[in-house]
C-alpha cells in the first residue's frame, strides 16, 4: 500500500497501533468494521514499535481484514509527530492538513470513526 497514494486528495484515516497494546486490539476491529461501510474513508492501520510478524498473527487472530503497514523505524510516527502512547489517530484532509484525533483517544464504535473524519 503507498500511504500517499492513499491519502492523496484525503480524507484517509492513519492509525499506529502495536501487538502489545490492548486498546489497540479493541480499536482495530473497530477500524476494521468501519472500514467495510459504504462511504468509508480509507483507514490506514500502521503497526509501530512491535515484531512485523507479529502483528500479522493478531490480525489473523483478531480478524482484522485492513491492509495494515508496518514501520519498523517509527518514521512515518516521527514525521507526523505522533505521542508515544498508542493507539494514536489521524486524520488526513482533502486540503492536505493532518489533525491528530483526541476525542476519543481510542475508537470503540464506528459511529465515533465516521464523526472523526467528517
Request: one cysteine or more; hydrophobic letters at 40%; proline letters at 9%.
Amino acid at each position: 500500500m503507498d500511504v500517499a497514494t492513499t491519502v492523496a486528495g484525503g480524507p484517509a484515516l492513519i492509525n499506529f497501533w502495536a501487538t502489545w497494546c490492548q486498546p489497540c486490539q479493541e480499536e482495530l476491529r473497530v477500524l476494521d468494521g468501519y472500514a467495510q461501510e459504504p462511504g468509508a474513508v480509507p483507514v490506514i492501520p500502521v503497526q509501530v514499535m512491535s515484531g512485523e510478524s507479529d502483528g500479522l498473527e493478531l490480525l489473523t487472530k483478531l480478524g482484522v481484514h485492513l491492509p495494515s503497514l508496518y514501520d519498523g523505524s517509527d518514521a512515518l510516527r516521527k514525521v507526523l509527530k505522533a505521542p508515544p502512547n498508542l493507539p494514536a489517530s489521524f486524520v488526513v484532509q482533502a486540503n492536505g492538513s493532518v489533525i491528530q484525533v483526541t476525542s476519543p483517544l481510542t475508537f470503540s464504535t464506528p459511529d465515533q470513526v465516521r464523526e472523526a473524519v467528517k
